[in-house]
Nanobody
């Protein structure tokens, strides 16, 4: 069982920056695919950024060049550095962990609100 706790959300002006953190409890964190998703009001949850145990990353087109996902396996933590924020980045951001060990396991955090004012 893995528990994920996000932090770092808040209110920021357009053009500003925030860094989200997701602290994971439980074993084998380094083996998990980690991701950040977001969900804006009235919209579906979407992948923002993903990071494999080997270090491969993927980003939504809308955040490429502005957001960076990273992980610190020693701290069981994954980060999302968000720069040049836009009002359309406003959403609840969720941390996700996924691994396949005999079967697929997937876990979600409770979410953290990011609000970007224009």
């Amino acid at each position: 069982q893995v528990q994920l706790v996000e932090s770092g959300g808040g209110l920021v002006q357009a053009g500003g920056s925030l860094r989200l953190s997701c602290a994971a409890s439980g074993p084998m964190f380094s083996r998990y695919d980690m991701g950040w998703y977001r969900q804006a009001p009235g919209k579906q949850r979407e992948l923002v950024a993903g990071l494999t145990p080997g270090g491969s990353t993927k980003y939504a087109d809308s955040v490429k060049g502005r957001f960076t996902i990273s992980r610190d396996n020693a701290k069981n933590t994954v980060y999302l550095q968000m720069n040049s924020l836009k009002p359309e980045d406003t959403a609840v951001y969720y941390c996700n962990a996924e691994v396949v060990i005999l079967q697929r396991y997937e876990y979600w955090g409770q979410g953290t609100q990011v609000t970007v004012s224009s």
